[in-house]
């Protein structure tokens, strides 16, 4: 992300609305004719609430499409190219790497309208429209004796179409996989408005959707797996006085044969943040806390792995404590569910890396980046699904009043740190234009150009969110 992005500015371009209330753009003049008014947004005051996500402001949009169905996303995205307009996908907007803000004036194409959801029990499969939130899934699944595992913590109002968008995962993909792994076929739209189906028998198109953030086509059904949830589930928690025991013991367990469904981590800034807001009375001294969730069908089984996980966290240093029964499995988890609230009382905005590195090398990579964030003006955190190696620095600041130059220098020794180690810039939230301009150190120039010609043949126009993902290609070389 550009340093000039992070900070919480309005767009001194957006078009002002014209006094008789029609479109004061042929786009959204167009749009309006073939779509009809209760599908095209285009009041300046209603724009305005389209240029953002969860981390960042872009440029409003000149016109934000509701499509109901695939036949609008089709009209949608043909009077967009006919009109010159990039295209923007949009779900909830909660995704914390910049993927859906506008980089330039756009058209937004919001799919929460299109909420369509069937479970086949029989098939063991869900059809889901890409508006429907994650946690719908599961919900509509769950009287046919089914789930759907993928579970980012903003289930709730995250939905298909960003999770697609950004492959994303959550505590439990360490056991399950995340939700490319549940992909059975998908549709898309193209930027031409041409209509695919794809499922992943051959050449797997869909899977190079999945995690395109919305740079390739727009995805507008998806037939997702569903499986039968674990009958029985063990929780503890385990702290720490440094670090490195704590991943020590994850390599012990998971060397020992445990695969535990969820296996989260949180740093000594992290455990402080949350016991400032809910005085759960966990150990404040602790350098690391895990909280391990196994489950399975077989309750002595359950129990056993648990303990083999508990033999490990001893082992290795750690202070265990099991939950009895789900009442105090659930308040083991309302610390690691309550982190994000936590962290918004410390500063207004904050920026969330998504490292990835080899587990043998977590203790080390939480140490060095534990020691930038001690150089650095800011606040640093750290939690994540450490069994996936898989870490979230967050760095908290206020862009009205602390140097947001910093901040993006900051998460760049950052992600500098996790490539120095092996790993790579993302696990789930994407690259968007956050990390952006982390990629020439990640990926290889040849690598590179691999992926802007994959880009160039599904998007040789640059017209799906240009400016995210490939720092070479830039909204400039539309
Ligand atoms: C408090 C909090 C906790 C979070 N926890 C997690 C977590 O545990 N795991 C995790 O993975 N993420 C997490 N996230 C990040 C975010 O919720 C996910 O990235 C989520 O998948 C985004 O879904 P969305 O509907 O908000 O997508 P958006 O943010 O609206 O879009 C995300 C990307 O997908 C593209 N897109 C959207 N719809 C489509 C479509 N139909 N076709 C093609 N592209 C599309 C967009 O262009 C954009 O690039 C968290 C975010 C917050 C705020």
């Not at 009205?400 to 220098?409: C, G, K, L, N, S």
């Not at 126009?461 to 830039?474: E, F, M």
Request: with cysteine; glycine share 8%.
């Amino acid at each position: 992300m550009t340093p000039e992005k992070l900070a919480l500015t309005t767009n001194s371009r957006a078009r002002k609305p014209r006094s008789d209330g029609t479109p004061d753009n042929p786009l959204a003049a167009e749009l309006t004719r073939t779509l009809g008014h209760k599908k095209v947004l285009h009041h300046l005051s209603e724009r305005l609430n389209y240029r953002y996500d969860a981390i960042q402001f872009g440029v409003t949009p000149l016109a934000v499409v509701l499509p109901e169905s695939t036949a609008d996303v089709v009209a949608a995205v043909k009077a967009a190219k006919a009109a010159g307009v990039p295209i923007v996908g949009r779900g909830a907007a909660s995704g914390l790497s910049g993927g859906v803000t506008p980089l330039q004036e756009s058209l937004v194409i919001s799919f929460t309208r299109m909420t369509g959801l069937h479970i086949f029990p029989e098939r063991r499969e869900a059809v889901a429209q890409p508006g429907v939130v994650t946690l719908k899934v599961t919900e509509a699944a769950k009287p046919h004796g089914l789930m759907y595992p993928p579970d980012p913590a903003s289930f709730r109002t995250s939905t298909i179409g960003g999770n697609l968008g950004e492959n994303a995962g959550g505590p439990m993909c360490f056991k399950y996989g995340v939700t490319g792994d549940y992909v059975r076929a998908l549709e898309f739209v193209d930027v031409d408005g041409d209509v695919h189906r794809l499922t992943r028998d051959c050449y797997d198109l869909a899977g190079l959707l999945i995690g395109s953030e919305g740079t390739l086509g727009l995805i507008t059904e998806a037939t997702l797996r569903l499986i039968p949830p674990p009958k029985f589930t063990r929780t503890l928690m385990s702290h720490f006085a440094e670090v490195g025991q704590a991943a020590e013991a994850v390599s012990s367990a998971i060397a020992a044969g445990a695969v535990p469904s969820k296996l989260e981590f949180m740093d000594r800034a992290c455990v402080g943040a949350v016991e400032d807001y809910l005085h759960l009375g966990l150990p404040r001294d602790a350098d690391a806390v895990l909280l391990v969730d196994t489950d399975g069908d077989d309750a002595e089984i359950v129990a056993a792995e648990l303990e083999l996980v508990a033999q490990a966290c001893a082992a290795a240093g750690g202070t265990v404590r099991r939950a009895a029964n789900d009442a105090e499995a659930d308040a083991l988890w309302r610390a690691r569910r309550s982190i994000s609230p936590s962290l918004g009382r410390i500063r207004p905005q904050r920026m969330n890396e998504d490292i990835v590195v080899p587990r043998s090398a977590l203790p080390d990579v939480v140490r060095e980046i534990r020691a930038l964030g001690d150089a650095s003006p800011f606040h640093l955190v750290q939690f994540g699904h450490i069994g996936d190696g898989n870490l979230h620095p967050n760095i908290m600041f206020d862009p009205r009043t602390e140097d947001t130059h910093a901040v993006h220098d900051l998460a760049h020794k950052i992600a500098l740190v996790a490539i120095r180690h092996g790993g790579v810039l993302s696990g789930e939230h994407g690259i968007g234009t956050m990390k952006r301009d982390f990629m020439r150190d990640a990926v290889d120039p040849v690598t590179l150009n691999v992926l802007r010609d994959v880009k160039r043949a599904l998007d040789p126009a640059n017209g799906l969110n240009p400016g995210k993902i490939l720092p070479d290609l830039l909204m400039d070389e539309r």
